[in-house]
């Protein structure tokens, strides 16, 4: 049982805690609702290069035969990386004018995995889903920003804990679902306090999913700064090998982890996540859970043979596990559409507890001011 004093101090953390974080959130819910059918949208409002209709059992090419059609493309540019599309037979190869690649200025070409055409280069502008989601990440603010919301995220989470604290002995006197229509301001007191109950579990795994990814790139630096040294300490100060056979080192990851699917293959290269003498290949599992887990394999350029598979920490599955759990991604359109309704029912949540602190202090000082003007002397005119 929560004393009265107790529960006057926990409407301040809740009260105080909910302003703070308050004008965030709202951001944060409505760049979120579009963002959770991100890929619905992309399709809708962009027109991606998609495979030709062929026989569904013409064999694909090799990898090394489509990045070489890439290359032919752009002679004079590096290739930095290829992926490997799922869901199309399709292979994106990005290209660079300098071996070590700079942020932002690739070119990604397209290529038809049967045929080893070129289809064409994905449009290197911003589209509007990529300016929403970098609101929605920092805001603009890179870093600095992500750790801003991360912030944010925990004062929402304690803002949430507090509400509980703050509901339960206020639960007991009532009905569950009980909404009063003796005020305005009581019947959204008691719709705030049933829909935040209701979203309780929801608004907790969002907050703190939120917070999670906004430690992505210290905790991929942390783990590279923990791991990489060791195993690229031998290769130091050598030169970038010049070629790489990249479909022998995938059949070999292949053969090694026949449990897990290769989503993409980093060529030989000083950048970050990168060795000079190996290629990264990437792979990730084959079930609903595991898909979301990626594990880097390298790969000796010159002895495919040659694999290790640097152990991932405990927090990068923790991160890259909360990613998918923030957006609802996990359960296809049915489960994004009760992520959505979620959200909306949070926006309520927070514009009504905003209307009632406004309310709540503007009655307090009407209720001051007749108060001040009954007790003030009479002044009669002569």
């Keep these: 049982m929560v004393s009265a004093r107790a529960t006057r101090v926990w409407l301040q953390i809740h009260t105080w805690t909910s302003l703070i974080s308050m004008v965030f959130l709202l951001m944060l819910c409505l760049t979120g609702l ?79 995995a049967r045929t080893g055409a070129v289809l064409g280069e994905e449009p290197p502008h911003q589209g509007v889903m990529d300016i929403i989601l970098q609101i929605h990440r920092d805001m603009f603010a890179g870093l600095p920003g992500e750790l801003f919301l991360g912030l944010m995220g925990l004062v929402f989470v304690a803002s949430i804990v507090s509400g ?75 030169p970038i090998a010049a070629s790489a056979a990249v479909d022998a080192a995938v059949t070999a990851v292949r053969q090694a982890f026949p449990d897990r699917r290769v989503s993409s293959v980093t060529m030989p290269t000083t950048a970050r996540f990168g060795s000079p003498q190996h290629l990264i290949v990437w792979t990730k599992g084959k079930t609903a859970l595991t898909a979301r887990m990626f594990q880097p394999v390298m790969v000796d350029a010159q002895d495919p043979t040659k694999l290790t598979a640097p152990p991932v920490a405990w927090y990068l599955y923790a991160l890259q596990l909360s990613r998918p759990l923030h957006f609802g991604d996990y359960g296809g359109l049915p489960l994004k559409i009760i992520w959505a309704l979620l959200d909306i029912i949070t926006i309520i949540v927070l514009s009504s507890g905003l209307y009632l602190w406004i309310a709540k202090r503007w009655g307090s000082r009407k209720k001051s001011a007749v108060v001040v003007g009954s007790t003030a002397p009479v002044v009669v005119s002569p």
Aim: net charge negative; hydrophobic share 45%; proline share 9%.
């Design 34 to 112: 579009p963002l959770i059918f991100h890929h619905e949208i992309d399709e809708l409002l962009e027109h991606p290069i998609a495979a030709p209709p062929m026989p569904a059992d013409t064999p694909a090419l090799s990898l090394d035969r489509l990045i070489e059609s890439a290359r032919n493309q752009l002679p004079s540019q590096h290739a930095l990386f290829v992926t490997l599309k799922e869901a199309e037979p399709l292979v994106t190869v990005a290209m660079s004018a300098t071996a070590i690649p700079v942020p932002g200025q690739f070119h990604r070409i397209t290529v038809d």
């Design 164 to 238: 509980i604290v703050v509901y339960w002995p206020f639960m007991r006197r009532l009905e569950f679902g009980t909404i009063r229509d003796r005020s305005s301001r009581v019947k959204w007191l008691d719709m705030h306090n049933l829909l935040g109950i209701v979203t309780v579990s929801w608004a907790l795994a969002v907050g703190l999913t939120g917070t999670i990814n906004t430690l992505a790139v210290p905790l991929s630096d942390l783990w590279r700064a923990q791991t990489m040294p060791a195993l690229l300490a031998p290769y130091q100060g050598k």
